[in-house]
């Protein structure tokens, strides 16, 4: 066979854009396909194999095998030649197929006769969609150059696969993104919402991958990089000196969209008949197959931010992108790989859930998404891939469980758990006036966490009865620049404002670990983040922030109670330091002549198991402690509260953990010191009885949750369940949940 060119592999694109172009159905198109391939490359044989379903890849055309065979053949991923092309998308090229390890002789199909074999991968963006081979008689390995034009039809094959150019009747497909998907992620905030998809980044649709005229393209595709270019060199100039991260990735943009042979390797494919898009996804697509394979982490990175500049190249090209955006549709559940909490907080209470591929439950995006209590999935793999702007989607937030495009029976049993819900919700709006009082008497205060001006509405609607926990770094979180202590000030009397007279409990400044501010990071990554500089050591040691935050809470005060707490207190001298920055300030306000808080408390965060068994002295001087479920369990367990596979590793409801709260409720009533829960565990209502149980009589949680809590509180005797637990306690058992939720089962 003579070697190809250029202008061949052209002339083959421009055949198969003239075939696709009539309206032929399904199987005729790919049927022609398979025909000018054989012939352009002087093959016997062409065949095009296709996924059925995720394991399954099915003949679905073929030039040159037994016809008989088309839609009977199949093998599983791995299996075969053509199997392993799938598995490993990567190409196998052959002189003698039947010799090759793992070859598999599907007497069917007549390939016996056939030596030489060359497959390649059919995928889009990473995306397996089948194997393309051509096959002949003679004993040879394809060239290089035929390697690629093989290459190349496959993805144009994938563009009009994506484009359903293959569906209709007597089709091998069934048209993608119209089958429905389940996908199962990690919960992020509770509930249950059905919706339509907006996609953050609407995907792009390249619709004119084969052109006909090269030098246009090639123009478009440099007019195209060097706006890209520009518009890096704008955001570099944009960044703030110290933002080490936003820099690197900024740098590494600039590289890559200076790499010349990024650059020579799509005018290449532009050379060879392709669009300049198509040329941008095809590398795209074969970065995005490296990046499945490089187990190197540094490298996964630098390969996703060639993906993402790709991805804005394409953007730039076909001039589809959110700028242009597509129109939000009735009830849009936001679909993206990430997003920034000012991104979220912008779409707001508009959203009816989200779904995110990456992110954490502890992550900015989540605490918003907690904030608006709009229902939140994370590590959704692959589902920006798979959704498209409008389509139905189904969020259980419960579950972590997704479903796109639902099928009737599913969508059916979806909407009765979503009337269950409202009903209950129905419930807890009756009671939302009652007190949280147990059937033995006991009466419980249940206060709400917030953090931004978002959450403030709920106050009313929750029936708190204060703000157990304002987490005062989210306003920090969601700027790129520190906030000014003028605008902290207002901010800050809003919150008082809005409580009404009720409690508010400003936490200062809670960042490190997880939390990190772009403009206040510390000078050296950190091995263990987590119990690094964080909260209040960061505090201490940068005061002038500090004071600045406790000035501006004076302030917003104004002649009105003020309660303040300093997070993650390890030991009694931190907490005596921080509450002296406090005094000092109160005592420097007054001198410049401004009206002091009528009443300031001021109280510390128990994080650390270290500070439950602080000097008695501590516990003197603190007017109440709050208990940080979240921090303390992670350190109680040494588990990881953002690493999925420790993290429900150990129950709350162990035996272990509830002595540690049964040790502080005890150490906080010898000093006669008030004590809280603020934790996330004091909103799911089993935990919030047993603290109960346990002595708690304060809790703080997330809006959504005081309904549910009273709820079950209010049906208790809080006497039996600690007689509950106490008998777990001698039994040996590890966790009082089987004997809870039994003793409960037997309420009822
Ligand atoms: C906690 O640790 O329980 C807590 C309330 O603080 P955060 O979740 O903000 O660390
Ligand atoms: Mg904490």
């Known amino acids: ?153 496959a993805m144009v094959l994938a563009e009009m696969t994506e484009l359903g150019a293959f569906v209709g009747e007597g089709a091998a497909l069934s048209a993608r993104h119209m089958q429905p998907v389940m996908f199962r992620g990690t919960i992020g905030q509770e509930g249950a919402a059905d919706g339509n998809v907006f996609l953050h980044e609407p995907r792009v649709v390249v619709t004119n991958p084969i052109a006909d005229d090269p030098d246009r393209e090639a123009v478009r595709l440099t007019e195209a990089v060097e706006n890209l270019r520009m518009s890096v060199d704008e955001m570099l100039g944009h960044t703030v000196t110290r933002d080490t991260d936003s820099r690197q990735v900024l740098e590494t943009y600039r590289m890559f969209a200076n790499s010349r042979s990024w650059m020579r390797r799509m005018q290449e494919d532009i050379a060879s008949g392709l669009s300049a898009e198509a040329a941008v996804e ?153 007190p949280a009082q147990s059937t033995c008497g006991t009466t ?23 703000v157990g926990l304002f987490r005062t770094e989210l306003q920090f979180l969601i700027r790129n620049h520190m906030p000014r202590r003028g605008e902290l000030a207002a901010l800050y009397s809003r919150v008082i404002d809005a409580a009404m007279g009720r409690p508010v409990i400003f936490r200062t400044l809670d960042i490190g670990s997880d939390k990190v501010l772009s403009y206040m990071k510390p000078q050296d990554d950190e091995p263990n983040p987590a119990l690094g500089w964080r909260a209040i050591r960061v505090g201490l040691d940068m005061p002038g922030v500090m004071r600045m935050q406790l000035q501006a809470l004076i302030r917003a005060a104004n002649g009105r109670p003020l309660t303040v707490m300093f997070p993650f207190v390890a030991q009694f001298d931190e907490f005596r330091e921080a509450r002296q920055h406090l005094l000092d300030q109160l005592e420097r306000e007054d001198k410049l002549g401004r009206i002091l808080p009528s009443e300031t408390r001021i109280g510390a965060m128990l994080e650390t198991p270290s500070l439950a068994f602080a000097p008695k002295q501590f516990f003197e001087m603190a ?19 953002e690493n999925e596979r420790v993290r429900r590793r150990y129950d709350t409801l162990n035996v272990s953990y509830l002595s540690i709260i049964e040790h502080i409720v ?51 005797d809080l006497g039996q369940v600690k007689e509950v637990i106490d008998g777990v306690f001698e039994s040996g058992e590890q966790s009082a949940r089987p004997a809870i939720m039994d003793w409960l089962r037997s309420q009822s």
Not at 286 to 310: I, K
Not at 449 to 459: E, K, R, T, V, Y
Request: hydrophobic residues 40%; negative net charge; proline residues 4%.
């Open 623 to 641: 007017d109440f402690i709050s208990i940080g479920g979240n921090d303390l369990k992670q350190f109680f367990f040494a588990a990881d509260r």
């Open 444 to 466: 419980v205060r249940l206060m709400m966490n917030a953090g931004l001006m978002a959450d403030l509405p709920s106050l009313t609607g929750s029936g708190a009865e204060g």
């Open 1 to 153: 066979m003579p070697e190809r060119t250029e202008s061949e592999s052209r002339k083959l694109l421009g055949r198969l854009r003239e075939a696709l172009a009539e309206s032929s159905a399904g199987q005729a198109r790919l049927n022609r396909i398979t025909d000018l391939t054989a012939d352009s490359m002087q093959t016997e044989v062409c065949s095009i194999y296709l996924f059925r379903d995720s394991e399954t890849l099915e003949l679905c055309a073929t030039e040159g095998l037994n016809q008989e065979a088309v839609h009977q053949t199949r093998m599983r991923l791995g299996e075969g030649l053509v199997g392993r092309v799938a598995r490993t998308a990567r190409p196998v090229n052959s002189a003698n197929a039947p010799q090759e390890r793992g070859f598999r002789f599907m007497p069917e199909t007549g390939e016996e006769i056939y030596s030489s074999f060359l497959g390649v991968p059919i995928q889009r963006l990473g995306e397996r969609l089948g194997v393309l081979v051509v096959q002949s008689k003679d004993a040879r390995i394809y060239s290089e150059d035929e390697v690629y034009a093989l290459e190349v039809v």
């Open 666 to 716: 005890g150490r906080c009533a010898d000093t006669g010191t008030p004590v809280s829960f603020c934790g996330e565990d004091a909103g799911r209502p089993i935990e919030a009885m047993c603290f109960a149980a346990m002595g708690l009589r304060t809790l703080s949680m997330r809006p959504a949750s005081i309904g549910p809590v009273k709820h079950l509180l209010r049906r208790v």
């Open 282 to 434: 095809k590398e795209q697509s074969l970065a995005r197959a490296r990046l499945q394979s490089v187990p190197d982490a540094y490298m996964r990175e630098r390969l996703q931010d060639l993906d993402d500049l790709s991805n804005r190249l394409l953007r730039i090209l076909t001039g589809q992108g959110n700028e242009t955006g597509a129109e939000m549709p009735l009830n849009p559940i936001l679909v993206a790989r990430n997003i920034g909490p000012g991104d979220l907080l912008e779409y707001g209470r508009r959203l009816r859930g989200v779904v995110l591929e990456k992110g954490s439950v502890g992550s900015h995006a989540a605490i918003v998404a907690r904030a608006l209590a709009i229902p939140l999935v994370i590590h959704a793999a692959g589902i920006t891939s798979e959704a498209l702007n409008g389509d139905r989607i189904l969020i259980d937030g419960d579950q972590g469980i997704i479903h796109l495009r639902p099928e009737d029976n599913v969508a059916n049993a979806f909407r009765d758990k979503i009337l269950m819900q409202a009903k209950a919700q129905e419930r807890y709006a009756s009671i939302r006036d009652l």
